[in-house]
Nanobody, 126 residues
Framework: VQLQASGGGLVQAGGSLKLSCAAS????????MGWFRQAPGKEREIVSV????????RHAHSVLGRFFISRDNAENTVLLEMNSLKPEDTAVYFC????????????????????WGQGTQVTVSS
């Protein structure tokens, strides 16, 4: 599975950006897909993930109400709409994917994601 992310850039605080990730190869519409990010000097953290059928979504608490994730299974793409951006959102954003293996239930998003894209820089100026 190959993941190609796009849409990063520089934006002022309060602005919006939209990230897109296209999956190819053995990618399946059943795959969990989403986004992680890593800011300078910080650990990589989950941002938003979405189940294969789009029925389950998980956002980091820090982006609730500002970021929205969606997917188009016909195109094998996942989108991350980021609104009301803050300087602390500055990071390299990575598209991720994983096959729908366990865990299931409430911790469905807690897993080692097997597929990672190359990362796209998002910079929010104050």
């Amino acid at each position: 599975v190959q993941l190609q992310a796009s849409g990063g850039g520089l934006v002022q605080a309060g602005g919006s950006l939209k990230l897109s990730c296209a999956a190819s190869g053995r990618a399946s519409s059943s795959y969990i897909m989403g986004w992680f990010r890593q800011a300078p000097g910080k650990e990589r953290e989950i941002v938003s993930v979405i189940s294969g059928d789009g029925m389950k979504i998980r956002h980091a608490h820090s982006v609730l109400g500002r970021f929205f994730i969606s997917r188009d299974n016909a195109e094998n793409t996942v989108l991350l709409e980021m609104n009301s951006l803050k300087p602390e959102d500055t990071a390299v954003y990575f598209c991720v994917a994983d096959d729908p293996s366990p865990p299931y239930g409430s911790n469905w998003y807690v897993r080692e994601y097997n597929y990672w894209g190359q990362g796209t820089q998002v910079t929010v100026s104050s």
